[in-house]
């Protein structure tokens, strides 16, 4: 299992120190370096800028929202970044979620696996440059022609011939049905949640997509790419719940206030994973504005589930488990270039 270093999205401002940690992760032999939008900072701009300096490690999003841009604009990014790279881009993308969606790219949120398996085919279409890019579907036609359309679209071949043309596709999908068509359609999956406790319940819905004819990878050839926090601590005792405490208002976070009230799918994940005797009472209280009461109510074993806390030898047994459910690349949300290097030393 391979280590990736997690950027994430900016918060109210850009993080400081971001230079001096990209550059631990790459001596210290980190694999891969990942970053993330929101509805503030985009994920193309940062990994341009601050992966300029590396050499080896891989260049990921986690993840490019799909409705904020057309699938021709993915595939110029990405092809882009693949050629400035030297080969090195891996393209994360995801559907996001209607609040997202609609109240900030004001884009229709229906049907999200269909307009995933468009958009995915349309990038492939880019990068294989065989003619120019055309597409019947119901979501982006090619050429355009519905309302406003002046009826002069040309189908077009990228200027630029990309340098690989299997550019690694992964996706980031939460449900039964999204985590199917993943592995069916992508060359990796990028969950949100995944923990080695909850891993058993995706593994049927994996299989179903490696199964369906003409899925893209076997499960041998899949990547799977987990974050988690990994904090080493003094002991298994006070700092150790130090530590595990600051993780909890994430948790609500997600829980609580990532979606409608209606259709959060983060809180349907928690729920799948057995939490679903706090979910509602935490969503109520932080959607309430009474956070701090929503975070109280995270259950201690729920985020030593999803993060790896503890002292070095807790620690290597729990990279240990995550590696044995199938992960491929482990990415880490370190915060100093001092924590990338003791995660390395202990891991070495």
Known sequence: MRLGLQLGYWGAVPPSGTAELVAAAEEAGFDALFTAEAWGSDAFTPLAWWGRETTRMRLGTSIVQMSGRSPASIAMHALTMDHLTGG????????????????WYGQPFAKPLARTREVVDIIRKVLAREAPVTNDGPHHRLPYDGPGSVGLGKPLKSIVHPLRADLPIWLGAEGPKNVAQTAEIADGWIPIFYTPNSASMYQPWLDEGFARPGARRTR?????????????????????????????????????????????????????????????????????????????????????DMHIIGTPGLVRERVAQWEETGVTTLLLSCRSAAEVRAVAEVLS
Do not use: W
């Open 88 to 103: 090195r881009f891996i393209l994360g993308m995801g559907v996001s979620g209607p609040q997202v969606v609609e109240g």
């Open 220 to 304: 041998e050839e899949f990547e799977i790419t987990a974050t988690c926090h990994l904090q080493i601590t003094d002991d298994d005792g006070p700092s150790r719940q130090a530590a595990l405490d600051a993780m909890k208002p994430s948790a609500a976070l997600y829980m609580g206030g990532m979606g409608a009230k209606e259709a959060n799918f983060h809180k349907q994940v928690f729920e799948r994973m057995g939490y679903g005797h706090v979910t509602d009472e935490v969503q109520r209280l932080f959607l309430a504005g009474e956070r701090e009461k929503a975070t109280a109510l995270i259950p201690d074993e729920l985020v030593d």
